[in-house]
């Protein structure tokens, strides 16, 4: 099946930094990739929807100013929090859709501290 | 898209079936069911997705209600790696958003 790979799988950083996280299709061409943040013993949330080239599409209560997104190729999407508070900590996933089908990566697990 | 409904936790031996109910009342005729796994500390995994018929593959099978709205997944033979949180999620099928609910805790047990 499709491939899709996060990097970093884990991420420390101190508060008022920014840090970026890659989301990769491996083996696929993905025009849409989608983010969610998880909070402990919570469901995936959806933040945004990026699309190839184009802006990303945030959910609403999502700020775009702080999670920042950019699909530049077909194959990699990023996700940028800006200025980074503890309260930002969470697991990040990302999803790429090939022919309707979702494909989710491993996860990232931010801590600010 | 249309609201699921799933029991919070469920127990299964190793060995046995494990049956997993969703109701999703509100569905509408275009709309599929899917269901996918999420493992502690990983990504969610694709598991088996339908939209009126039973559908059945290696991991799992699919049935859903003649009215469509309620489905059930089942695991024929559960083993303890099948431990996770499962989640059924309806899907318009003119859109590739998931929205996720709260999904049912499973565990296997030896």
């Known amino acids: 099946g499709a491939v899709v790979s996060q990097h970093p799988s884990w991420v420390i950083c101190k508060s008022g930094t920014s840090v970026k996280i890659e989301c990769r299709s491996l083996?696929?061409?993905?025009?849409?990739m989608f983010w969610y943040r998880q909070f402990p013993k919570q469901s995936l949330m959806l933040m945004a929807t990026?699309?190839?080239?184009?802006?990303?599409?945030?959910e609403q209560g999502v700020e775009k100013d702080k999670f920042l997104i950019n699909h530049a190729s077909l194959t990699l999407s990023t996700l940028t929090v800006t200025s980074a508070h503890p309260e930002d900590s969470s697991f990040y996933i990302c999803?790429?859709?090939?022919?309707?089908?979702?494909?989710f990566g491993p996860g990232t697990r931010l801590t600010v501290t | 898209d249309a609201k699921t409904t799933q029991p919070t936790s469920m127990d299964c031996a190793e060995g046995r079936a494990a049956n997993l109910p969703c109701n999703h009342s509100?569905?509408?005729?275009?709309?599929?069911v899917y269901w996918y796994r999420q493992i502690h500390s990983q990504g969610p995994q694709y598991i088996i997705h339908?939209?009126?018929n039973n559908e059945t593959n290696e991991m799992a099978s699919l049935i859903i209600t003649e009215d469509r709205k309620s489905s059930t997944l089942i695991l024929p033979h559960a083993t303890l790696r099948d431990t996770a949180v499962y989640y059924c999620?309806?899907?318009?099928?003119?859109?590739?958003?998931?929205?996720f609910g709260t999904g049912t805790r499973l565990q296997v047990f030896p």
């Open positions: 509100t569905i509408s005729g275009n709309e599929y």
């Open positions: 999803s790429a859709t090939s022919s309707y089908e979702q494909y």
């Open positions: 999620i309806v899907r318009g099928y003119n859109t590739d958003k998931l929205i």
């Open positions: 083996d696929f061409q993905a025009t849409t």
């Open positions: 339908g939209l009126k």
């Open positions: 990026s699309n190839e080239g184009s802006k990303a599409t945030y």
